[in-house]
């Protein structure tokens, strides 16, 4: 069964281009079911659709990413997913750091290419 991934990036242009780019991909080991663009959003995204993994940006309107994770670790859900934060910020800004911290399987520095984030999420085991 293929891994569950929520993006989310308030970069609705960049969120359409992955869209786009996973569209025309072939032999992808996982399966794109939801995009938010904001911190709330994403954290009711989270609970209903339980993914295994969240591409998450963290500077973000409404809540941080950092804020999204500490919310999905403190709550009562089956399911926690494994969170790779994205940021155009420095990796030593202090928000990267505590997401990392808290668990982030990885950090990526934007721009990037969404070839090397297709293949990362193929190769995470969830």
Same mark, same amino acid.
């Given at each position: 069964?293929?891994?569950?991934?929520?993006?989310?990036?308030?970069?609705?242009?960049?969120?359409?281009?992955?869209? $786009?780019? /996973?569209?025309? $991909?072939?032999? &992808?080991?996982?399966? &794109?079911?939801?995009?938010?663009?904001?911190?709330?959003?994403?954290?009711?995204?989270?609970?209903?659709?339980?993914?295994?993994?969240?591409? /998450?940006?963290?500077?973000?309107?409404?809540?941080?990413?950092?804020?999204?994770?500490?919310?999905?670790?403190?709550?009562?859900?089956?399911?926690?997913? &494994?969170?790779?934060?994205?940021?155009?910020?420095?990796?030593?800004?202090? &928000?990267?750091?505590?997401?990392?911290?808290?668990?982030?399987?990885?950090?990526?520095?934007?721009?990037?290419?969404?070839?090397?984030?297709?293949?990362? /999420?193929?190769?995470?085991?969830?």
């Amino acid at each position: 069964m293929a891994k569950t991934v929520i993006l989310v990036d308030d970069n609705k242009d960049m969120s359409f281009l992955f869209c $786009e780019y /996973l569209a025309a $991909e072939k032999n &992808l080991s996982f399966e &794109l079911v939801g995009i938010a663009y904001d911190g709330m959003d994403a954290i009711d995204m989270i609970v209903s659709k339980q993914p295994d993994i969240v591409l /998450l940006d963290i500077r973000m309107p409404k809540a941080s990413g950092v804020k999204v994770m500490e919310k999905i670790r403190s709550m009562p859900i089956d399911k926690k997913p &494994l969170f790779i934060v994205m940021t155009g910020v420095s990796p030593n800004n202090e &928000l990267v750091q505590k997401a990392l911290e808290m668990g982030a399987v990885s950090c990526i520095n934007k721009p990037f290419s969404i070839k090397k984030v297709i293949s990362m /999420l193929n190769n995470i085991t969830a």
